[in-house]
């Protein structure tokens, strides 16, 4: 499935025209990695990078702290929730970066991947999701 789904994001990225040297997914706890068995943006964005012809790395940014689920929480609480939660590993530096997260709701994750990327020295970074989730689906505003 996540091959199906880059296919389908291939033509708009390269639309976008971002100069992405690498593209890095946003990594799962450890205790919700094990309960999966995989990273569900892993799927989809390597195949995409591939499609691309740019560096996947899967192990781009790591995480520093688990984090409680997003689900239920406000705006406020997630961003909070994230908050230095992520760290990213050596070779980033001069890199524009593409993060990849499977859903957006308030965009804290990947402003705190963002910030991880560029705190090791990545020139630029883009951020694309697979959706992008409504605020009456469930989010509380703050």
Do not use: C
Not at 11 to 25: A, G, Y
Not at 64 to 85: H, I, Y
Not at 95 to 107: A, R
């Amino acid at each position: 499935m996540g091959e199906a789904l880059a296919v389908q994001m291939v033509s708009f990225v390269r639309e976008l025209n971002w100069p992405i040297d690498m593209i890095v997914p946003v990594p799962l706890g450890k205790q919700r990695l094990k309960e999966r068995g995989y990273n569900q943006v892993g799927m989809i964005a390597k195949p995409l990078a591939l499609a691309l012809d740019v560096r996947y790395v899967s192990n781009g940014l790591m995480r520093r702290k688990e984090t409680r689920s997003q689900v239920g929480l406000s705006k406020q609480e997630r961003r909070v929730n994230v908050r230095e939660a992520f760290q990213a590993r050596a070779g980033m530096n001069g890199k524009n970066i593409l993060v990849m997260d499977d859903v957006s709701t308030t965009g804290s994750t990947l402003s705190s991947s963002a910030e991880a990327l560029y705190s090791s020295g990545a020139k630029d970074v883009y951020a694309l999701t697979v959706a992008r989730a409504l605020p009456h689906h469930g989010l509380q505003h703050a």
